[in-house]
């Protein structure tokens, strides 16, 4: 059974930073690229940034480049997402994202508000 947790969001001032993290389980986590994604409110949800299997190509969103770093480690089954220079806009809830044997599949979510 596929499982993703995200842990790591809060509340945070702009110019902050935040590292989101995501324990996956139920495939083999080193065979499969991983996604963050956001929805903030009223807002389609839109990826952020994505990672292979190996952790030597990534994507990102033109609003975060620069800004997101997204990694993994493979021993410990992990995804991460390292957010600097936060701004208001960033805003929303993140979650990870797994397509494995055809199935897409996500964790809860980890709320991340960036306010003064």
């Known amino acids: 059974q596929v499982q993703l947790v995200e842990s790591g969001g809060g509340l945070v001032q702009p110019g902050g930073s935040l590292r989101l993290s995501c324990a996956a389980s139920?495939?083999?986590?080193?065979?499969?690229?991983m996604s963050w994604y956001r929805q903030a409110p009223g807002k389609e949800c839109e990826l952020v940034a994505r990672?292979?299997?190996?952790?030597?190509?990534?994507n990102y969103a033109d609003s975060v480049k620069g800004r997101f770093t997204i990694s993994r480690d493979n021993a410990k089954n992990t995804v991460y997402l390292q957010m600097n220079s936060l701004k208001s806009e960033d805003t929303a809830v993140y979650y990870c994202?797994?397509?494995?044997?055809?199935?897409?599949?996500w964790g809860q979510g980890t709320q991340v508000t960036v306010s003064s």
């Open positions: 994202r797994v397509w494995v044997a055809g199935i897409n599949y």
């Open positions: 139920g495939f083999t986590f080193s065979s499969y690229a």
């Open positions: 990672i292979n299997s190996a952790g030597g190509s990534t």
